[in-house]
């Protein structure tokens, strides 16, 4: 049996089924790439927590909202797909949990995305004023707003099943996946119209700030040139994600190419549009960043050296400098 969940949207197959050695080869894959990706992340948010230079500063949080939010969606799309194979159902009150959470998370990802973006607009083109638009308190606050919008989108699809399934079927099992459990043609409907809308607005988000900081300055300046290309790699993330909604049509193409391929096209698409783009958003920061790199690179191989950490260097850098005067 193969089956994915991505943004809840399911590809299963019941008559064809991987050879039990395959069906390991496949989880083991999925699990050790979900614990790497999560390792790199989960050292990003200890980094993160350590140093108030971080937890001070509106970008640097939402940086770390996305990547906390990755980490749960990388781990509940995991957890899905192995009990897809160990499992094949579960109790349908288990599953609602699993499947909004996942949900949540997935729609985050283009609405942060989108707020990074903003935040890197104001700081590059509104320079005086980013103190006062981007604050501590603002930035809490427009994560909880992405949280309640995304809650919008999921929400009529629990009133949808509420109001249409009978009760036994919320004391019955069910193949684990948003087509097999949020079923009714409403909500189908109501799920393509809320994600072109979200799409649409995320995109002409990221063009305008994009556009806009290009044409900040007639000379391209190190922080200007950063900052396009950290739009351009929200950009290129947010690509991977909207692979979630035409991954359908990509199946069917490459199905059409390789028909007697059809778990491995299944599984490859599982890997590239569920775990592929939680593995750009450590890059953007958590590699690119000069200020966040010099912190996490000790944090990430266990070496946390006082003699060599990044704020002793700069005391002794201190130190040495008056003892010059």
């Given at each position: ?151 919008f989108s999921i929400l009529p699809d629990l009133f949808i099943l509420l109001a249409t399934e009978p009760l036994q079927f919320f004391h019955s099992s069910v193949l684990c996946a948003r087509d097999y459990v949020f079923r009714s043609p409403y909500s189908l409907k109501k799920r ?107 944090h990430l191989l266990c070496k946390v050296s006082i003699r060599n950490h990044p704020e002793t260097v700069t005391m002794s850098n201190m130190r040495r400098t008056l003892k010059l005067q």
């Open positions: 049996m193969n089956f994915s969940s991505i943004n809840g949207t399911s590809s299963v197959t019941w008559n064809q089924r991987d050879t039990f050695t395959t069906a390991v080869t496949k989880n083991v894959i999925v699990t050790a790439l979900c614990i790497s990706i999560n390792y790199i992340n989960g050292t990003l948010v200890h980094t993160f927590r350590k140093h108030q230079i971080f937890n001070s500063n509106p970008r640097y949080i939402l940086f770390i909202h996305l990547v906390i939010n990755d980490m749960m969606q990388l781990f509940l799309s995991t957890l899905l797909h192995i009990i897809s194979y160990a499992l094949y159902t579960i109790s349908v009150p288990f599953c609602l949990i699993l499947l909004i959470i996942t949900i949540l998370t997935t729609l985050n990802t283009p609405l942060n995305l989108a707020g990074m973006a903003v935040e890197c607009y104001i700081a590059i083109c509104i320079p005086l004023r980013h103190g006062q638009i981007c604050t501590i308190k603002k930035t809490c606050i427009l994560i909880g707003l992405i949280w309640v919008a995304s809650a393509d119209a809320s994600h072109i809308v979200c799409l649409v607005l995320v995109w002409l988000t990221l063009v305008y700030t994009y556009f806009r900081i290009l044409f900040a300055a007639k000379e391209a300046t190190a922080d200007i040139r950063k900052a396009r290309n950290t739009i351009l790699l929200h950009g290129f993330q947010l690509l991977l994600c909207m692979l979630t909604y035409v991954r359908p049509m990509f199946e069917e193409g490459l199905l059409y190419l390789l028909p007697n391929q059809l778990l491995d096209i299944r599984f490859a698409c599982y890997v590239i549009v569920q775990i592929l783009p939680r593995f750009v958003s450590p890059i953007v920061y958590g590699l690119r960043d000069q200020t966040f790199r010099t912190y996490v690179k000790r």
